[in-house]
């Protein structure tokens, strides 16, 4: 019993780790200046992984220039990413709401 309980466990295990398992990050920020904007965007342009903004039920590429200053920017955005990266992380901590 105990044997097959490592076995299942070790199987399990291996499983997990051939799996590509997508954990989504995800800041709240309010970007208040076309300035604020092209800074958002370049540190975004600088991540190896996907960022999108979303608002209601539009989505956006983060490292669309265009697509973020389409957005409605009196208002709360929702930024969700795939990986941590320090400098973009300190440009989410800069714009980030309470």
Known sequence: MVQSH?????????????????????KKIRLRAVD????FVQAAEKC???VDVFYNR????????IGVMS??????LTVKYSAQDGAFGAVLDKFAVA
Do not use: N, P, Y
């Not at 076995?7 to 990050?25: C, R, T």
């Not at 989505?59 to 669309?64: C, L, N, V």
């Not at 957005?71 to 709360?76: E, F, H």
């Open 58 to 65: 539009m989505i956006i590429d983060a490292k669309s220039i």
């Open 48 to 50: 190896e992984f996907d």
């Open 6 to 26: 490592q076995k299942g466990s070790e199987d399990l295990k291996e499983f997990i780790a051939e799996q590509e398992v997508m954990i989504m990050l995800e």
């Open 36 to 39: 604020d904007v092209r800074e």
């Open 71 to 76: 957005m409605d920017l009196t208002k709360t």
